[in-house]
């Protein structure tokens, strides 16, 4: 087939733009089995797109980042695996340190994937981005000891941190250490701006400490699909007589993005946008079409790809009908932004300033984000529990951390 594919097209416009698996490594050949026998003509499309060794070429996966529902998955998907894993941790550990060391092992796995690709091209790519479970409701202290606990399992670890208040504090102690970092749970260009000033502040406490911060790398994740998702939205629009369509909330996380990267375009910062969430919509026709692939990537971005982003992708190569990156920077129209400009929700997130740093933990998206979360947390609890007890005595993680193998 000699229609080109998203990641080629992606790279034609911009070759600095980069997709990123979005899910645990360890499903990766699963995963492509299975497109494999699903799309049987597809499978040279599938192959080049899903080479045997992961992020073997430019045009596959530079990197991968995951969280704590997807660790939570990517282990149900294998229990007798992590059922064996756990019988073999020490029987003194409580179930939630269990939790924390089988957490902890899927970053390493994962990590290790990806390590030959961070060695190869010394540090620009390869990066396998670790959440701080729990990390929405932690100060910055806990936030600051837990990223350093990560940072540690592996050479190629991005320490994913929230963008709340605290979050943002951590971050910018984190770079002075020369911690990677991942700014998750953003949907404002206003925490995008208190993103950018912390890893400034940090860059500039790493130079005066002597810590080298050149192979460091940053990305702000705007959860891109979630900013139009709570009902907050059109509670608004309705309130103000206005129809808010599913249109114009795509609209809305568009102009955001756009909002974002002339941000960044400002600074003249380090950090890259990389867009998470991505949704499939179906249009009037019934046909799939995904906005936040169509409408953005005329500048660098970074894009995490789910699997069933992937496969939607395979879906319309296989109809000849390619999704194609934007070609230039689209107008938004103004009718439309007229609608969003009437209410304070988008304000808050389109225009810097609009939302304080005391408000961020507060944003109904990362409200919705943090339950998320937590929920991967309890199913990967509920996992340890049933797959063969634990004591009754809770220890400290530096325990944890002797039993956990390190990535190197």
């Known amino acids: 087939m000699n229609v080109p594919d998203f990641v080629r097209l992606l790279k034609q416009k911009n070759m600095d733009s980069e997709v990123w698996w979005d899910s645990s490594p360890t499903l990766y050949a699963s995963f492509k089995y299975t497109l494999r026998a699903k799309y049987p003509d597809m ?30 998955e990517a282990v149900l998907k294998n229990p007798q695996v992590w059922s064996r894993y756990i019988d073999g941790l020490p029987v003194c550990l409580s179930a ?8 902890d092992q899927m970053i390493v796995e994962g990590a290790r994937v990806l390590l030959p690709l961070w060695i190869s091209s010394e540090g620009r790519h390869g990066w396998f981005c670790a959440q701080i479970e729990g990390g929405e409701t932690m100060g910055e202290e806990s936030l600051i000891a837990r990223g350093l606990e990560l940072a540690r399992l592996a050479p190629n670890i991005m320490v994913k941190v929230p963008g709340s208040e605290p979050g943002y504090r951590a971050i910018e102690q984190l770079v002075a250490q020369g911690c990677s970092i991942n700014n998750t749970f953003c949907f404002t260009v206003s925490q995008a701006a208190a993103c950018l000033k912390a890893i400034h ?4 406490r790493a130079r005066l400490q002597g810590v080298e911060t050149e192979r460091a790398r940053y990305v702000i994740s705007f959860m891109i699909g979630r900013l139009g998702a709570p009902g907050q939205f059109r509670e608004q629009a309705a309130r103000r007589g206005l129809n808010l369509s599913a249109a114009d909330r795509r609209w809305a996380e568009i102009a955001v993005y756009q909002a974002m990267q002339a941000l960044l375009r400002r600074r003249e910062t380090p950090a890259r946008l990389l867009l998470c969430s991505l949704k499939v919509d179906i249009d009037s026709r019934g046909r799939e079409q995904c906005w936040h692939l169509q409408r953005t990537g005329s500048e660098t971005t970074l894009y995490t790809l789910t ?13 000849m009908q390619p999704v194609t990156p934007a070609s230039g920077w689209l107008q938004i129209p103004k009718r439309v932004l007229d609608r969003l400009t009437a209410m304070p929700y988008f304000n808050q997130a389109y225009f810097e300033g609009g939302l304080a740093p005391s408000e961020f933990d507060s944003h109904p998206a990362f409200i919705t984000a943090g339950n998320d979360a937590r929920a ?7 996992f340890v529990k049933s797959a063969g007890g634990a004591s009754d005595v809770s220890h400290s993680r530096p325990l944890r951390k002797r039993v956990v193998e390190r990535a190197s």
């Open 96 to 103: 939630e340190d269990k939790a924390g060391q089988v957490y």
């Open 201 to 204: 502040e940090g860059q500039l």
């Open 43 to 72: 499978c040279g499309l599938i192959d080049a797109t899903l080479p045997d060794s992961m992020a073997s070429n430019i045009y596959g996966f530079s990197g991968a980042t995951t969280n704590p529902r997807l660790i939570a």
């Open 307 to 319: 699997p069933q982003i992937i496969e939607f992708l395979i879906r319309r190569q296989k109809r």
């Open 376 to 382: 991967g947390q309890e199913s990967l609890l509920a």
